[in-house]
Nanobody
Framework: QVPLVESGGGLVQAGGSLRLSCRAS????????MAWFRRAPGKGREFVAAINWRGDSTSYASSVKGRFTISRDFVKNTMYLQMNTLKSEDAAVYYC????????????????WGQGTQVTVSS
């Protein structure tokens, strides 16, 4: 059973916005670090953003800082990624991930993964 399910991807024009969601089942978000990664065609998995278990500390890749915002709703057991001012280079499959320790930018340190949601940016 996959404990994380992403949604919210789609096609958007450059400069537009999207909000991705990651809903957890069987995994309490209040006990884990959550993160977003992405993989563009022909590239490796890239760190995008992370949020700690309390939800009071966040980190971002330099390429998205100031444009993307990560957040979590403990009541809904859901994490979000608000993406604004999207660029063509943001197009990728976005994955949410979780780990039972502090934040990390390394994908191999996350034990739980969703299936991914596609974000396409048209110019």
């Amino acid at each position: 059973q996959v404990p994380l399910v992403e949604s919210g991807g789609g096609l958007v024009q450059a400069g537009g916005s999207l909000r991705l969601s990651c809903r957890a089942s069987g995994l309490t978000l209040g006990t884990v670090t959550m993160a977003w990664f992405r993989r563009a065609p022909g590239k490796g998995r890239e760190f995008v953003a992370a949020i700690n278990w309390r939800g009071d500390s966040t980190s971002y890749a330099s390429s998205v800082k100031g444009r993307f915002t990560i957040s979590r709703d403990f009541v809904k057991n859901t994490m979000y990624l608000q993406m604004n001012t999207l660029k063509s280079e943001d197009a990728a499959v976005y994955y949410c991930a979780a780990r039972r320790f502090g934040p990390s930018t390394r994908a191999e340190e996350y034990a739980y993964w969703g299936q991914g949601t596609q974000v396409t940016v048209s110019s």
